[in-house]
């Protein structure tokens, strides 16, 4: 039996070729969605993620739109990724580690120096009360800007500059963390938290570093910082002013 065209038309290739693809993004979103779960879980499993919050902030962020399309299945393997500029995105593990460590509540203002492909700022931009965040690559920080922007992070501020020297104007901070390795202790930066503040920092050789966790006291009105060491890490070079020379 014939049918009429009218009939053809509405079998035409083009509705038909949306919902293969709609299909297609959906099981790709799934997909993506299962293998930060996939992460997550060995994460919880290892030791390495325990606070709720932490739990809920990194399964909320999409890490694979902060990396290469090229490396995309990568994303939720436990691996640095590069993302330009020979810089890296730091292994979901580290990531949680270090936030772990940092301890950071709701109320507070968070220094970060070394944004990167800025999933670390997203992170504390979902666990605190504002995110400062310092990239040296300026391209490097426009993208992540750009990104929290569009993820609707209005609480973290982005800038391009030399982390090494902390962000003075901002000064003192609830939390800091360095994402790169500093060759000695960063004492200027050691100044730049409050009473009581953690700063989470790797310190070292270049390519390996042990990770510190320092802390501010206050004892007869006298800074005192208690260091402890939380074991060997390893980082992009911190360069600027008080990181590796050469830089500057
Ligand atoms: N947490 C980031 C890690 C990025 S790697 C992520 O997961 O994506 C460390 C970053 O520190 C690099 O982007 C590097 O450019 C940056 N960096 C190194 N020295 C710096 C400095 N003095 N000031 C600011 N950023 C610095």
């Not at 039996?1 to 035409?12: A, P, T, Y």
């Amino acid at each position: 039996m014939g049918c009429k065209w009218s009939e053809v038309r509405i079998l035409s290739p083009r509705p038909f070729f949306y919902s293969i693809m709609k299909t297609l993004l959906f099981q790709e979103e799934l997909l993506d969605k299962l293998n930060r779960e996939r992460m997550i879980s060995q994460l919880i499993k290892n030791g390495l993620l325990v606070s709720e919050k932490l739990i809920a902030a990194m399964n909320r962020i999409p890490r694979h739109l902060l990396v290469d399309s090229a490396l995309k299945h990568k994303a939720y393997d436990d691996v640095h990724l590069p993302i330009g500029y020979e810089q890296t995105i730091s292994k979901p593990s580290t990531v949680a580690k270090m936030t772990e460590l940092l301890q950071v509540e709701s109320c507070h203002r968070v220094l970060e120096i070394g944004t990167g492909s800025g999933y670390q700022t997203a992170i504390l931009a979902e666990l605190c009360l504002k995110v400062y965040s310092v990239e040296w690559h300026q391209q490097l920080a426009k993208k992540a800007r750009n990104q929290l922007f569009e993820w609707g992070y209005t609480t973290a501020r982005i800038e391009n500059g030399d982390g090494s020297q902390g962000w003075p104007d901002a000064a003192p901070f609830d939390r800091i963390i360095v994402t790169a390795g500093a060759p000695v202790i960063p004492e200027n930066i050691c100044y730049q938290l409050k009473t009581n503040g953690i700063m989470v920092v790797p310190v070292g050789a270049k390519k390996s570093q042990e990770l510190l966790v320092i802390q501010r006291f206050e004892t007869d009105d006298e800074p005192v910082f208690e260091i402890s060491n939380q074991g060997p890490c390893e980082f992009v070079d911190l360069v600027g002013k008080y990181g590796w020379p050469g830089f500057a």
